[in-house]
């Protein structure tokens, strides 16, 4: 293959031109990262790039469709994503996809055909979201629902073309058997749906939330909610007393969570640097919270003893993780589930902010709005939250020392 460098300001015609070997195939540079290659009659824009000393080569388009301005921007702007780090084919893809253009598979299958289908949108979709998302598990449980349930139904369906037979065709397996997954996939079909209009692809509505789909599958389906298994209240000193027994990092974990009443992935990726021991106050960042939120939580003198004694000696790292695992990395956050099961209880992990919720209302009696606050639930009023602004740090620090001692019995 004949190779030529030309200045970065040297057109693509000239490059066409100045092939001195009399033919017309080469790939020649045209601007940083930019090139232009020939075979035959065929024209079309590369992108270079370098990573670990490896080059890595991306088409940007034919000659006759792409202005070179065009291609010289895009390369700027593919070339910052690889800069952060991103994957730059990926940002190209989504480029096309939001310009209605068809993109290849993660397969490999060409999807230059035909109109853009639900499978097209619902992976545009997902790229363009999931980054935002607090949980990974959602982004995970998002493309699982529309593997499993959504694709085989719309998939291949031109998503201009999805209406309420197609909806109810997806959501009939599951209805009446797994009504809470239903409910689920039938919001993120609605979800794409709604994505796809703000783009232009589709009009007339969304037919996910037609009531017409409940009506053809059934209206008042209804399934018992299945409330988080919690210990009684009367059972949590018996509780705390085995688990002081237990003296590996996943107890410490629970002992944690149960003593500042978080949740389990909260206490699980619990940082040093969120933790202040003279202060008695753990910050968790809004990033690793439900409501994205930041939480105070005060810290009980028993917490503070515990993180006392798993803190790196003096001089040592004042980040990293509190209860870190295999290779530096946060433990699974279901080993808490499995030592409160060995213990031989009936709870989930999650579970035990139920019981503190049980004891601070019926044993304390504390005020709702002291709980709610120690729990990081949010005000359903908005013209609530506008007006409480005060997170009850005081009286929530009283509240958290009585728990630990009642636990202690």
Not at 170 to 175: C, T
Request: hydrophobic share 40%; net charge positive; proline share 6%.
């Amino acid at each position: 293959m004949s190779k030529r460098k030309l200045h970065p300001r040297q057109t693509a015609a000239l490059a066409w031109q100045t092939n001195t070997e009399g033919n017309s195939d080469g790939t020649f540079r045209i601007a940083p990262n930019l090139y232009l290659q020939m075979r035959g009659n065929n024209r079309s824009w590369l992108m270079r790039w370098d990573v670990d000393r490896r080059s890595n080569w991306m088409g940007l388009g034919a000659y006759e469709d792409v202005p070179q301005d065009v291609a010289e921007q895009m390369v700027a702007k593919y070339m910052a994503v690889v800069k952060d780090g991103g994957d730059p084919r990926r940002a190209r893809d989504e480029d096309r996809i939001a310009a209605g253009q068809p993109v290849r598979s993660k397969a490999g299958a060409a999807s230059t055909k035909g109109p853009m289908t639900f499978r097209d949108v619902a992976r545009a979709y997902l790229q363009e979201h999931a980054p935002r998302w607090k949980r990974e598990e959602s982004e995970l449980r998002f493309a699982r629902m529309m593997r499993q349930h959504g694709y085989p139904v719309l998939g291949d369906v031109p998503v201009a073309r999805v209406d309420v037979e197609h909806v109810v065709e997806a959501l009939r397996p599951i209805w009446h058997t797994q009504n809470p997954k239903a409910i689920q996939l039938k919001s993120a079909i609605s979800q794409v749906l709604e994505w796809a209009e703000a783009k232009g692809w589709r009009t007339g509505g969304n037919p996910a939330r037609s009531r017409a789909v409940n009506t053809l599958l059934g209206n008042g389906v209804r399934h018992e909610v299945k409330h988080f298994a919690a210990i009684p209240v009367s059972q949590m000193p018996a509780f705390w007393k085995q688990l002081a027994q237990e003296t590996s990092t996943t107890a410490d974990i629970l002992r944690l969570q149960v003593l500042c009443a978080t949740r389990p992935s909260e206490a699980v990726e619990a940082r040093w640097e969120e933790i202040d021991l003279e202060a008695r106050l753990w910050t968790i960042p809004g990033e690793r919270m439900k409501k994205g939120k930041a939480h105070r939580v005060p810290l009980s003198e028993s917490a503070v003893e515990m993180l006392k004694r798993l803190h790196p000696a003096v001089g040592g790292p004042a980040d990293g993780l509190v209860f870190p695992g295999k290779e530096g990395k946060a433990m699974h956050r279901l080993g808490p589930v499995e030592l409160v099961k060995k213990l031989g209880f009936k709870a989930t992990a999650h579970g035990m902010r139920s019981s503190f919720a049980d004891w601070a209302s019926e044993v304390a009696g504390t005020s709702p709005d002291v709980i709610e606050r120690a729990l990081a639930h949010d005000e359903r009023s908005k013209t609530v939250q506008a007006y409480r602004r005060s997170d009850l740090l005081g009286p929530r620090t009283t509240l958290m020392e009585a728990w630990a001692k009642y636990l202690a019995g």
